[in-house]
Structure formats: structure tokens, C-alpha cells
């Protein structure tokens, strides 16, 4: 009965460093998306990928920040040259549909990236 | 794009009691309304949710109405249970993006 799976569930790096978040959906969801929580906030929209194919990247930094889903694999999110700004929880939920089917969207437990 | 404002922030009730949570979004294309329950140190649980064609939902202990009138929407947890306690989301989707509020805490008192 695996959920959403998510790994590191922390993650340390120092500025200029690389991040670089898993996420694998729950079994038959072919739908991604990665939301991003401050300390205290609700979480907020980064992007919608479905296999190899990015829907929607519309919540995410035009620069350093960049996520994938390829056919055979977990979908990556991934940071470059990150800056203190970039600590914060990450969250992948999963659907089994997406656009134009408001299916419920089932998350993992994060990954807690602190950058030092 | 979508706003959604939740209220209150923090909630205290006595064990037993009923604790309502009330959100209002800016979107009327807006049509499924999820609510979330999230532990520390967790990811969000999705608890229940609601589509726009329908005006109230029960679940156990658990209620939402929906006014796509006036655009908002409410969390009812009926004889809350020390284990209710956490942090609880409203959020709004028009499509797939989910658009959350700011959270409540909710604290049940022995």
C-alpha cells in the first residue's frame, strides 16, 4: 500500500549547491505536482508534469529551478545553485487524472531542504 | 489567479466541542474544494472534498459546505477528539492547480 513517496525527507546543502528532490506517485497515477510550503503557509503551486511531459511550470523560479518526470523513474525537482531563500518543505502530490477532472491530488510526506 | 483566505488562524475548543474553519476564494470558475489535514513533520492528508454541483458533504465527524454564491466554503468537525488536533488547509482547484489557504491550528483540550 505504498502512497506518494518522497526521499530525502531532509536535505542539508550549502549555497551553490545542487538540490535534487524524488518523488514517486502512488501506483496508477501518472499525474505530478510539486507545491512548496514556507514556514507557517500554505502551500503553493510550483508545476504539473504528467510522463515526460510538463504541463504547467507556472508557480516555479524561471531561474535554477527545473522538474522532470521520464518514463521510467520518480520525477526529479531540482535546484541549482541554491540560496538560503530555497529552504522550505517540498511536496509532490499525484493524481490519477489531471486537467479537466478534479481528480483529488494525494501527497507525500516532503522533503525538508535546509540550506546552510 | 485564485486566492483563497482562511479563518481562523488558530482554533481552541474543549474535547467534545465543534470546531468550524471558513474559507472564501476570489475564482468563481473554481469547482473542487479538498480540505487537508496536516501532522507535524507530515504531509497533508486529504480529509474530504466537495465539487461545485453539490452544497454539503458528511463524512463521520466530518462536514463541508459549500456557498458558490457568496464563494466560500466550511470545515465542520463535530465531538472533536484530542487527535483532531493539527493543522488544517482549504484549498480551491479550477482545473488542477490547487490553490490552498493560510491554515488553521486546531488544538482540542483534554
Known amino acids: 500500500n505504498a502512497g506518494v513517496m518522497q526521499n530525502p525527507r531532509h536535505l542539508v546543502r550549502r549555497r551553490g549547491q545542487e538540490a535534487r528532490l524524488r518523488c514517486s506517485p502512488m501506483?496508477?497515477?501518472?499525474?505530478v505536482y510539486w507545491y512548496r510550503q514556507l514556514p507557517e503557509e500554505g502551500l503553493k503551486f510550483m508545476v504539473y508534469?504528467?510522463?515526460?511531459?510538463?504541463?504547467?511550470e507556472s508557480g516555479m523560479p524561471k531561474e535554477r529551478f527545473s522538474a522532470e518526470f521520464p518514463k521510467e523513474g520518480p520525477s526529479i525537482l531540482r535546484i541549482q545553485q541554491v540560496v538560503r531563500g530555497d529552504s522550505a518543505a517540498y511536496f509532490c502530490?499525484?493524481?490519477?487524472?489531471?486537467?479537466?477532472?478534479?481528480?483529488?491530488?494525494?501527497f507525500g510526506d516532503g522533503t525538508r531542504l535546509s540550506i546552510l | 489567479g485564485e486566492n483563497v483566505e482562511q479563518h481562523p488562524s488558530t482554533l481552541s475548543v474543549q474535547e467534545g466541542d465543534s470546531a468550524v474553519i471558513k474559507c472564501t476564494y476570489s475564482?468563481?470558475?473554481?469547482?473542487?474544494f479538498p480540505w487537508y489535514k496536516q501532522e507535524l513533520g507530515k504531509g497533508p492528508q486529504l480529509i474530504i472534498d466537495?465539487?461545485?454541483?453539490?452544497g454539503e458533504k458528511k463524512d463521520q465527524r466530518i462536514a463541508v459546505t459549500l456557498n458558490k454564491t457568496a464563494k466560500h466554503f466550511s470545515l465542520h468537525i463535530t465531538e472533536t477528539q484530542p487527535e483532531d488536533s493539527a493543522v488544517y488547509f482549504c484549498?480551491?482547484?479550477?482545473?488542477?492547480?490547487?490553490?490552498f489557504g493560510a491554515g488553521t491550528t486546531v488544538t482540542v483540550r483534554a
Open positions: 466537495i465539487r461545485s454541483n453539490v
Open positions: 501506483k496508477g497515477h501518472s499525474h
Open positions: 502530490a499525484s493524481s490519477r487524472g489531471g486537467a479537466g477532472g478534479n481528480q483529488p491530488q494525494h
Open positions: 475564482d468563481s470558475a473554481s469547482n473542487y
Open positions: 484549498a480551491a482547484d479550477g482545473d488542477y492547480k490547487l490553490s
Open positions: 508534469l504528467q510522463k515526460e511531459n510538463i504541463i504547467d
